[in-house]
């Protein structure tokens, strides 16, 4: 559905992106997960048409970007990383324009409209000024609108940052309905959870170039099952074992607290890169002193997976 | 056809929420200008053998006609660079035709509507002149060439600050220069000629002719075809440009 070879940018001196090859197939769930500045939206600005690239070839469904640009724009749908609404107009007035734009029929436009209004549980908000929304809604109002046209791929960059934990979870249940219905998803993010909870595969990204693709379970499986976490002179240390005895056994060999948790994606981001995700929630180490061996309570950023050392 | 549409029907569902405003704001200036020039101190001149307020209006259509739908530029620029509304644009499946013509034909409007207004203001002081269809045609190639060359810088520029330059030092000067408060041929030679490529100095000679009631010269007319297919051309070949 989604095919890259060689995909080269250049902005002036900067190397953006420095070959990518890739193969998303159709029904995908993909996530590009990288630090800032590793060239997840000018993958997508690219593969959407809104940048140009400097070498290299890309196809959706079959559509060269650069030779079928049209056609190929037909494919897909996007939700840029930053709103891009007409704030002046209503979300019915924005919604119409792009129906519009992907050449619907008024009927169609109509109907569609107050489908996926409802859909996104913005029902009620067809006839509400763009600029009277919050950051979540305005957010939802974008994935309405792009799907408004039925493409056979969305692109979402980095659809929750911002957002606070409840409306996360929201856009990612209503992602993965959009995916149950046959639609392609490529979307990128920093947040880890994000990508392990969504995704089919993932893609590391570092400095443009890809580092990793695979499915969240094998990337992790690839470091460990474990992780242990303690903190030293040289700042957060992390090691991983094959299973929970190992890392407990570890654990306890250190005298000044540790922590025991399942490894994530960012363990395995981290093993393969030697960097750490820019994200705002990193992992923290509560060090419980004075316990010994014993203590250690973790706050982990990825919910649900934290374990308690004994 | 449909990407067309929607591009000026989303010019135009803004100008109706901004209407009052637009409306006002075009006609500030013509306002001060009438007072300022026509009335307080050109009272006693006379101008080709015609008062100063009649010598004025038709200056100021040519003026506003093409200052409005110049300002698309800004507009343009609004929704590239701090709304990203122009990626809206980009990704999706319309030929560049259908964006340059939409908002041609939006920057075309709010000409209109200016001359609107100046008509109105016109009659206020009094002044009657031929508004016929000479001066329609005149007055609607000049905003076309105007709104295509709007797209066009508005594509080119890489940022909001660098279309307010252009507007200082093209279109300000040429809203003075171009015929519209004094006649041209009150210059030197060497003006002159320096004038007569500015495309704004052939519409208001075809718009104060027509509005006197003269039958009009046919070369203002071609030279206003001629610079607005150009702008129009180049307007399309800078779409692509702003794909960074
Ligand atoms: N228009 C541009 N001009 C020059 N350099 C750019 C431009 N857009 C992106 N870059 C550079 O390209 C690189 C990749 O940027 P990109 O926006 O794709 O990163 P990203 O992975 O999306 O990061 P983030 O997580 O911050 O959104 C960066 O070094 C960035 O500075
Ligand atoms: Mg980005």
Redesign the pocket.
Known sequence: MIRIENLR?T??K?Q??CGIDLHVPAGELFAYL??????????I?ILTGL?RLSAGAAALNGHDIAAQSTAAKRQCGLVP?HVNLDSELTVGENLDLHGRLFGMPAATRRQRIAELLAYVELGDRVHSLVKQLSGGLKRRVMIARALLHNPRILFL??PTVGLDPAIRRRIWSLIKQIQQQGTTIFL?T?YIEEAEFLADRVAF?DS?RIVAVDSPTALMAGVGHWAVDWVSDAGLQSAYFPSREAAQAAGAARHNGFTLRRVNLEDAFLTLTGKKV?TDANAQTVHGQGHGAHAAATRNPTGGQAKKGH | MQGFIAVYLREMRILKRRFWRQLAGMAVSPLLYLIALGYAMGGAARFDGRSYLEFLIPGLIAMSSMTQSFGIATDINVARFYWYIFEEFQAAPIGNVAYVAGEVLAGMTRALMAIAVILVLSLLFGVRLHYGPWLWLAALLNSFAFAALAVALAMLVKSHADQSMLTSFVITPMAFLGGTFFPVERLPQWAQKMLAVLPLTHASEAIRGAAFGETPGVWPYLILVAVGVAFFVLALGTVNQAR?
């Open positions: 940018k902005y002036g900067i953006a992106l990288g630090p800032n500045g590793a060239g997840k939206t000018t993958s600005r940048t990383q960059d980095e990128t920093h990204l443009g820019a | 960074d």
